[in-house]
């Protein structure tokens, strides 16, 4: 086996006594009587026994089983544990229209439980989010657009034919579609009669249009060309493979990856692309339709619940080919994968920080060693993990140097801020005016970066000093002025800004501390009166839709300054813009998180990439107070390699990942001594880990202390990479007994230490 995590894995293969991790069976039907056990996603500690149906059943089929009152969703796993009386063996209650578990997924999801530590009914509910699966199929009516025009065009009428349009490929249900398009039913059956809607029958959980994978692709570069083919051949060869394919932005990436979802479609394989949920575009979707002749299925938080459903189903049965979707796609029920494509393998998103604590680019990987299917990593600032797996010569690597078309890397410099004296009040500097002013001479577009959502960070009273605080939190509030209303980042809580100071009461003493997008527009629309301006940030729009309108705007050059959160550091192609500023460079850069320094670099390389796509060069300064610091200096000089040698240098110091091992053990409660003995006796009996040469940290108060009325307390376990940290780790933790209310959560890699 190849590939870096396969290493971390073997080191549990010796699954211990995992309730759940009964040994495969032989027998791979089980006839009528027999007795079998069941999988559920109930939180129980292990599976339950049933009988066989009339029919008998299959290892792998989705069934619906008898529990107390209810019937509930399971997983036949294999032949009945009995030790009970056969007697009292009650009988599955119906065997799913589905395709059953396969034997792979079956192994994935156990493997993924192993290494998240995370108990197998959590797993099943993961691989089977999809609504209505226990529903019997059937007939139902969906929506979708007609070729007659509407009697008399009105907002509500508009939003519902805009909407279809915009989602031409999915099916949707009445209320679904009235969800989407934000009326009533109503409106809807009203455009029947004029033919703008029409009103179809349909089997539920039709396939997907078959995709066209002879049709040609846009003729490529030698250098796109070259990557093509090597991808092509990883995946022609049907065997497990990673690759990283790095490239800056707009240097075709995508296009050269669409090369090797068209290899898989032509061995009847099937397709998944990860992308961060924020890059799921319809530009993207369009883009791939007319590649490849129809629309993939999709999987997002944005997709109804029937759409949902069907693509399960669909993809289980072979009747979707290409799934584009957000990280949890991962665990869709492909029947035959060829080829995962992990889109900006860098982004923090692809880790899920509650419920599983996975990465999805890392179980990617572990998911296709077990289909033999290909891997590509795509970025244009790889995550450090993945330069050290490609030094280590365990990913292949492709580059594409420079950018499609006319289009080059912007030039950077530093605007040291020190020199400028700025009011506490104003945040650009008059040389980023000075140039904002020019590219608005020439017509063209400026982006200034800030990534802090709101008005202000913090609220002060001139007063007496006092900061506005979640009253559930350890966290202060931001104002949002948009919104009228003080926000906390943490649990969403928000109030009123008050009149008057709430510790010592003195009115009108509150005051904005730092910036926020919010403040920053206000600041703009003072110095650029002139300008036309539009703030991305994902709080002010209501809907995905709205969102996308705003972009196409900006797109075809209908704003001057752009101020953006990090919702523009990714994925969208502004041909106008030539100036970006970064308000604030060293933002990323405090704190004590290891990945900081990595994180400002890419964050900072992505955003500077946004300006320049088209002939026009492009020019990035960066505000900062410390223009000397290695990572500015670095970002600066461009000098990627270099950066990671250094960085990686640093981490193999520290013993930290990728060149260790680590793992987040976040304790949580409402009563602070509680939580404390906890993980005080836990610190205490840390025999377990040492067997292993862990060294244990902590247990401290977590960065946030308090969310949402819990008390948090963390502790840190690092240990060299070859160490079985999970076996360990769990046998630690099962010496304490948790106290009602106190939640215990495991996070292996950690990614963020709040
Ligand atoms: P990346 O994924 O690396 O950001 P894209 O694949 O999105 O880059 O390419 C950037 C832009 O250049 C897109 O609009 C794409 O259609 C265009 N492009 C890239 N390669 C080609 C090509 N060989 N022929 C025509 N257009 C191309
Ligand atoms: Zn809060």
Request: aromatic share 6%; hydrophobic share 40%; charged share 25%.
């Amino acid at each position: 086996m190849t590939g870096a995590l396969n290493e971390n894995w073997k080191a549990l293969a010796c699954a211990h006594e995992n309730p759940y991790h009964i040994r495969m069976d032989e027998a791979d039907f089980y006839p009528e009587g027999a007795l079998v056990t069941v999988l559920t996603a109930e939180p129980l500690d292990r599976t339950l026994d049933y009988k066989a149906p009339e029919g008998g059943v299959e290892r792998g089929a989705f069934v619906e089983v008898p529990l107390g009152p209810r019937k509930v969703l399971g997983c036949v796993w294999g032949a009945g544990l009995g030790g009970f009386d056969l007697s009292k063996a009650r009988r599955i209650s119906a065997v799913l229209d589905v395709a059953p578990m396969r034997d792979e997924m079956r192994s994935f999801l156990e493997k993924v439980a192993a290494y998240t530590l995370t108990p197998m009914p959590a797993m099943l509910r993961l691989a089977t989010r999809a609504p209505g699966l226990m529903n019997p199929p059937g007939m139902r009516k969906i929506y979708r657009r007609g070729t007659g025009l509407p009697p008399r065009e009105t907002e509500a009428r508009k939003r519902v034919l805009d909407t279809l349009d915009d989602y031409g490929g999915l099916s949707f249900t009445l209320k679904e579609l009235a969800d989407a398009a934000d009326v009533t039913p109503s409106v809807i059956k009203g455009l029947l009669p004029s033919g703008a809607i029409v009103e179809e029958d349909t089997p539920r959980d039709l396939p997907y249009r078959r995709l066209d994978a002879d049709a040609p692709g846009k003729e490529l570069t030698e250098a796109q060309g070259e990557a093509a083919q090597a991808l092509r051949a990883a995946v022609a060869a049907q065997a497990y493979s990673t690759t990283l394919l790095k490239g800056v932005t707009g240097s075709g990436k995508t296009e050269v990856y669409l090369e090797a979802v068209a290899e898989c479609l032509k061995h009847g394989r099937q397709a998944l692309v990860l992308l961060p949920e924020i890059a799921l575009t319809s530009e993207f979707l369009t883009r791939f339709e007319d590649r490849f002749g129809a629309r993939p299925a999709e999987w997002h938080s944005g997709v109804t619940m029937t759409e949902r459903r069907r693509v399960w189903k669909m993809v289980g049965q072979g009747g979707a080919q290409v799934v584009i979707g957000a990280r949890s796609a991962l665990y869709l029920p492909f029947q035959n994968l060829g080829l995962i494509v992990v889109d900006e393998e860098h982004d923090g998103s692809y880790k899920q920080e509650d419920g599983v604590m996975y990465n999805a680019r890392d179980m990617a990987v572990l998911r296709a060693s077990l289909c033999s299917a290909a891997v590509v990593l795509a970025s244009a600032t790889p995550s450090l993990e993945t330069w050290a797996n490609v030094e280590a010569g365990k990913y292949k690597r492709l580059d594409l140097e420079s950018r499609y078309g006319p289009a080059v890397m912007p030039d950077m410099q530093a605007l040291d801020m020190r020199v400028d004296k700025l009011p506490a009040t104003q945040f650009i500097s008059e040389r980023l005016a000075n140039a904002v002013r020019m590219r608005m001479q020439k017509g063209e577009q400026s982006l200034l970066f800030l990534n802090r959502r709101g008005y202000a960070p913090v609220t002060i009273c001139r007063a007496c000093g006092f900061q506005i605080a979640c009253d559930h939190c350890d966290a202060r509030m931001v104002e949002h002025r948009f919104l009228k209303r003080l926000m906390c980042h943490q649990c969403g809580e928000t109030k009123p800004m008050p009149e008057a100071c709430p510790s010592c009461g003195v009115e009108g003493r509150l005051a904005p501390v730092g910036p926020g997008v919010e403040r920053l527009a206000e600041e703009v629309a003072e110095r650029f009166p002139e300008a036309k301006c539009a703030v991305l940030s994902s709080d002010l729009f209501a809907s995905a839709r709205a969102l996308k309108e705003q972009i196409r705007l900006i797109a075809e050059g209908d704003t001057d300054i752009i101020i953006g959160t990090q919702l523009v550091a990714k994925g969208h192609n502004f041909p106008n813009l030539t100036l970006v500023g970064v308000i604030d460079a060293d933002l990323g850069l405090q704190g004590s998180d290891l990945r900081a320094a990595e994180r400002t670099f890419q964050l900072m390389r992505q955003v500077a990439g946004r300006a320049g796509r088209s002939e026009k060069k492009g020019i990035a300064l960066l505000q900062t107070y410390q223009p000397e610091h290695p990572v500015i200096r670095a970002i600066l000089a461009g000098d990627e390699e270099g950066f990671w040698r250094a960085e990686a240098a640093e981490r193999k110091m520290a013993g930290v990942p990728p060149y260790g091992r680590m793992a987040g053990i976040i304790l949580s409660g409402p009563d602070l001594a509680v939580v404390s003995d906890v993980a005080n006796h836990l610190a205490r009996s840390a025999m377990p880990l040492q067997r292993v040469g862990a060294q244990l940290f902590g247990p401290a108060p977590a960065p946030i202390a308090r969310v949402r009325g819990r008390h948090r307390i963390r502790l840190l376990v690092k240990a060299e990479k070859g160490a079985p940290l999970q076996v360990a780790l769990s046998d630690w933790v099962r010496q304490v007994k948790l106290p009602n209310n106190v939640r215990l959560q495991i996070d292996i890699d950690p990614q963020s230490f709040w």
